[in-house]
């Protein structure tokens, strides 16, 4: 996913992974989306498995639909 595509408006949050950003979706007409910057430290042998499975996660609740996610 490009960054490009987003315009961060305002921090929402800061985790173990990064920051939450409120962000425009500038590819689908300004919708609002929560952004999350996932921090990446290296390591020697490549990229920590936390950062993977944090990853994986995201990845899935891009498709998810559920009236507590917000979208």
């Known amino acids: ?3 490009q595509q987003y ?3 305002a921090e ?6 990064g920051k939450v950003y409120k962000a425009r979706d500038l590819k689908n007409g300004g919708r609002f989306v929560a952004l999350k910057r996932v ?4 390591e020697e ?3 920590p498995l936390s950062t993977i499975r944090e990853v994986a996660v995201l990845r899935q609740l891009e498709s998810f639909e559920h009236p507590n996610v917000v979208r």
């Open 45 to 47: 042998e490549g990229m």
């Open 39 to 42: 921090r990446v430290q290296t």
């Open 1 to 3: 996913i490009s960054t």
């Open 7 to 9: 315009e961060p408006v």
């Open 12 to 17: 929402i949050g800061e985790g173990a992974y």
